[in-house]
């Protein structure tokens, strides 16, 4: 990436990973870019590329591998990517499970802080699932967050019929899909 002088952080399962908090190895590496590019494989080796907006403004780390450098999504931007690409991830519940381990990493100031770069119903979204896998203790500064920018309900499972589904007003989130961990 540095000698085609691309943008980019990897991120979803393969942030989580690098966080500890994955159960199985991801079968790709999961890259974000500002454009559409190709995956890459070469032989074991599978990286695929996601577009997404605003990447210069997500909080990353510098992580060293044994083949060098690469830019990671921190704990916090990692959850709110995990519950933004749910498809890509593996999940709804995949997801529930990864936010189950990672919470222990997460620091709720830095959470609002990363929320800024994310559309807000990817913080109600994930609001609602760190309370649902007992990270509650992690939310408050997020919940005051979403209750300031949150204009309207918006279904955890986006996708699916919502109307008639129960809804928690805290995240202001229709509760259209069960989520097990």
Known sequence: MKSLKLP????????????????????ALQVFLEGKRRPIVCGRVRVTFMV??????????????????????TPESTALDLVGYEQ???????????????AEKI????????????????????????????????????????????????PLAPGRAFRDSPRDPAWKIYMNAEVET
């Open 8 to 27: 980019y952080y990897v991120s979803l399962l393969s942030a989580a990973e690098y966080h500890g908090a994955a159960h199985q190895r991801p079968q």
């Open 52 to 73: 997404r907006k605003h990447l210069r403004s997500v909080p990353v780390q510098p992580v060293n591998t044994p083949r060098g450098g690469l830019l990671i999504s």
């Open 88 to 102: 890509q991830a593996g999940g709804l519940n995949l997801v529930a499970t990864v936010l189950a381990e990672l």
């Open 107 to 154: 620091d709720p100031a830095k959470l609002v802080a990363a929320a800024d770069a994310a559309p807000i119903v990817w913080a109600q979204r994930l609001g609602y699932l760190l309370q649902h896998v007992g990270a509650a203790g992690k939310t408050a500064p997020l919940q005051e967050h979403v209750r300031a920018r949150a204009q309207k309900a918006t």
